[in-house]
Every structure is written in structure tokens, then in C-alpha cells.
């Protein structure tokens, strides 16, 4: 992906175009599926600290750039938002696909169906995650 994309949601989410942060974003333009948190580190250590690279994936979920799926292993992954979501809310309401082979989790094209909540409670957002073989491995 080039430089240009990265940039451009930067711009859309008033946020700063660091290098640091464009080397992230450029990261998940580039991938198909979410990235975990050890996994970039891993990738992107030698170029941005720990401490930053969480600093930067926080802002992005914050800003509706990014939004984090918890795996079977309790692992934090990252995939990029659908150009719906915002700042206020995130509209990732799509299915997710934990490989229990791989590892990798996907964001699948299946949405999420309406379901109805006991009265009372208030939902923000609600996450479905199917686990089972991924079309890689199968
Ligand atoms: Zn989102
Ligand atoms: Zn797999
Ligand atoms: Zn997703």
C-alpha cells in the first residue's frame, strides 16, 4: 500500500502524520488480516519502542482507525475499522474468525446478526467470534 493511504486517514482523523505512526498504519493497509499485538512488536520493534507502538495502536481504536479482537490465547489483535466507524463509535460489526491452526484472526465479510438484549442493558457494541480452521489451513 502506498505511502499516500496512510496519510490520507490521518488526515480524515486529524491526527499527526508521524513516521512512526504511518509505519504502523501502512502495516495494516497492507495486511488481509488483524495483527497481533506480539506480532507487530516483533516486526516493528527495531524501529519503534513498546511503550509507543501501544501508545499508537491505542490512539488508532480511539479514533475509530483500528479496532482490537480479543483471541482464544487472550492475545490483543488489531484489524483496520470500515471507513464507518469514528471517534464516538466504532461500526465493526462483522463476524471474527480465530484459525485454531494458525492463530490468525479474520475479519469476515459475515455480519454480525441483530440480536436482541435482555432489557436493562445497554450494548455499545457486540463482538461474535467463530474459532475453527481458516480457509488457509484447511
Ligand atoms: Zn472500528
Ligand atoms: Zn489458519
Ligand atoms: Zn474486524
Not at 1 to 19: G, V
Not at 52 to 61: A, E, F, G
Not at 110 to 130: H, M
Amino acid at each position: 500500500m502506498a505511502d499516500a493511504d496512510a496519510i490520507e486517514i490521518l488526515k480524515r482523523k486529524k491526527l499527526k502524520h508521524t513516521k512512526q505512526r504511518i509505519r504502523v498504519l501502512e502495516d495494516f493497509l497492507a495486511n488481509a488480516t488483524a495483527i497481533s499485538q506480539p506480532m507487530l512488536e516483533k516486526k516493528l520493534g527495531k524501529e519503534i519502542d513498546r511503550v509507543t507502538l501501544y501508545r499508537i495502536l491505542n490512539t488508532y481504536v480511539n479514533k475509530g482507525i483500528l479496532h482490537r479482537i480479543v483471541d482464544l490465547n487472550g492475545t490483543a489483535n488489531y484489524a483496520i475499522c470500515s471507513s464507518a466507524c469514528s471517534a464516538d463509535q466504532h461500526h465493526d460489526e462483522h463476524v471474527h474468525f480465530n484459525c485454531t491452526n494458525c492463530y490468525k484472526v479474520y475479519c469476515l465479510a459475515t455480519k454480525v446478526p441483530a440480536i436482541s438484549i435482555t432489557d436493562g442493558f445497554k450494548a455499545d457494541s457486540i463482538s461474535l467470534i467463530a474459532y475453527g480452521i481458516c480457509k488457509e489451513c484447511n
